[in-house]
């Protein structure tokens, strides 16, 4: 909706300060804090960084050195443009292109808007402190929230856009097919939840036939006793697939690992069975490659969100010198 604003007239930008009651004194009292909040600009800056660390993926988008000292320098511009007491048609043009940037490089709007609560608790604080005691200070407080409410607008006004954007370019059939996969795909995910308490439940069942086989001496006690630990191993596995699956529905990724650790434990219990059996050499070494290359996979895997992770915490180092 912005765009429509910064392409036509200089009017469409007052409309948006009009939603917000942003008057002429709002303007004059941000630009009667300026110098005060300016002074701020470093601890601001440090606090910012420290916030958005917090996100886990900041490193993902905040890459290296270069970048991060580009994105201070450019935050710090930002944090004083907020006072700057001229809010026209080229401040509301800079704050979309700012929107457009982090659209362009798939930053979630979400940490955008967690940013805000920073920002936000930030200078109001400062306000408070600055101008306790005199008479404007609801109306400084005001204007502030007002700003900042309106870069919030803006910035998110293009991920808003090119949602919309991508929705309307799709056909009909398209958007019909879209809506019934994202259902079908809902009922899936309750389908495999279920699926996993059942797995769970005959997992329990599993662990029950063993003890059974061995207080009833149906099995010997050391082909028991490692059958149960085999089956213990399997139940293992499914609780910490149903923690991933709980994870996935709350929006985390798909976690491959956990499906290949089940794996690796039904293959597991087999050997430990097996390996009673002298006839069963051949399978034991057959199981016993296949864990081997489920291993590696799992290894590969976990290394690479370790290197992930390393690499958010480098940066955050990087920061602190
Ligand atoms: C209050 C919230 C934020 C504001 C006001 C803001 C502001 C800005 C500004 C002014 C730019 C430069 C745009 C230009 O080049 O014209 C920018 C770029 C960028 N922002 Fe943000 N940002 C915010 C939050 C974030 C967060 C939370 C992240 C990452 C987690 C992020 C990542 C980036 C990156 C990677 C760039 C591109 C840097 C480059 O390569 O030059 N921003 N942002």
Redesign the pocket.
Known sequence: MFNEFTQSSESNHSILKKHYRFTGEDEALLLDMKPRMDDFVEEFIEG?YEF?WM?G??A????DK??IE??QN??S???KSLFSGKYDISYFT?LY??GE??VR?G?PTH??N???N??RVFTLGRVYKLYTGQPDLTERLEAVEKVLDI??DV?TSSYREEEMSRFLSLSKVEKLLLRLLKKISGYFNYLLSGALVLVAFFSIGLFSYDVYLLFSRQAPIEQGILTILGSLLILWAAIELIQEEMNHLRGGKFALEAFIALAIAALIRKILIFSLSPAKTMDVLLYGVLVLCLGMSYRLIVNKAESDKKTGSANRGLLEL
């Open positions: 910012f958005i996100f993926n900041t993902e988008f905040l890459k270069d970048v580009r994105h450019k935050i511009l930002w944090y800079k292109r700012i940037i982090h490089l930053l940490y955008v967690a940013a805000f920073y920002v870069n919030l910035l």
